[in-house]
């Protein structure tokens, strides 16, 4: 019964789905943010980081009320238990940290929708205890903040030619300043962060065969 | 007691709401007066903004108790009538007939002289924009722009509250050179109109640029005669 905390199990559950079922690019979940919020770098690490912190929670919540709930309004629970701590998250940071909340502004509400976090909670807190459940969390928020990041990364650099709101292109490398460089605007659009997903999913496949369906 | 039965279930259900909403509602009242002074000290951080005062949360009422040196409420007609321009909410004003419309301005002390300035508020791609400009005393030439938004679009239009986008602002005129109120134009790529009348919009954010073009001009236009007024 009493395995340790960090059980060569429990580490497959924060490294897998980093990897090999990583909530994106293996198991196509959360899709639809991971469009919306990666133009920029900075809201892409804002909201890997609050979707680490709602997913575990909510795991370890769930987890710990996993005997009581009751099988046929199970979702509901589930919703109810995300909503509430993302209005809670919501409600301290616009009183404590008000500019963060301010960046933030529509990503706290879609963290709700963020289909990652009830596939979890349905998937592995109902059947798992606190520890693992948590573990998982973080797991499956990593490997989705870590692809948040990627594209984040490139959409930012290639699309205004700057991270973090800082420039890297040299202004003298711009067509408008005699140089022979312009920023890809069709990055900074949606459909752009889904070829990049695409990319990474192609370039995870060919590095990781198992992934590799027939 | 039989957890797949529907006695149990509802009383589940209830005790379950019931708790989230007291939790809710205790974090919230708890957390209110907080929030709303983060509000209000933003709002002054704002207005200080439109007229290039860099402030932070700190001295942001600092400042503004020693740089804004008037406020008032003046209506369509440009005569200064009974209000508070601190507290006038511009949502509710633009919901009022023209005649019964109260608008704000803030005089403020710069080191260039004195600046008018005048909030702004329209609409965006998704929900409200808002913001404030300041006028020289000539009451054409923009001392400052700042603006702001609730919900748009990360690194498309919401980029209307980054320097980049405001700074061009400055030095424009809203009155052509026969008195006419032109307020500002935004343009997309190609589009060609007076320089001094015009900034570049954002790309991917067209919808938010035309949004806060056509906020300026509603805007300009309920000050006009209070600005042509004031010029005189």
Known sequence: MSEPLF???????LSDPINDSNPITVQVLGICSALAVTAQLKPSIVMAISVTAV?????????????????RIRIIVQLVVIAALVILVDQILKAYVYDVSKQLSVFVGLIITNCIIMGRLEAFALGNRPWQSFLDGIGNAAGYGVILIIVGFFRELLGSGSLLGYKIIPESWYIANGGFYENNGLM??????????GVIIWVQRSKNRKLIEN | MNRNGNTYTFI??????????????????ALKPRQQKNVEIE?????LASVNIESSAENAEELYAEKIVNEYVVNVNGEQVEGD???TDLKKERAKDPEDMVLPVFECQTEDGLKYVLPVRGAGLWGPIWGYVSLNEDMNTIYGAN???????????AEISSTPFEEPFKGKTIFDESGNLVSILILKSGQVAPEEHSV????????TSKGLEKMLQDDFNSYKEFLIKKKS
Do not use: C, W
């Open chain 1, 55 to 71: 997913l575990a929670l909510a795991n370890v919540i769930v987890s710990l009320l996993r005997n009581t709930i009751p099988n």
């Open chain 1, 188 to 197: 900074v659009l949606s459909p752009m962060a889904l070829i990049v997903v």
């Open chain 1, 7 to 13: 059980s060569k199990k429990n580490i497959k559950l």
């Open chain 2, 200 to 207: 570049d919009g954002i790309s991917g954010g067209t919808i």
């Open chain 2, 85 to 87: 321009a601190f507290t």
């Open chain 2, 147 to 157: 603006f702001d938004h609730e919900g748009e679009t990360p690194g498309l239009g």
């Open chain 2, 43 to 47: 709002k002054k951080q704002n207005i």
């Open chain 2, 12 to 29: 589940y259900a209830a005790i379950m709401v019931i708790l989230v909403a007291a939790v809710l509602a205790s974090v919230s009242m």
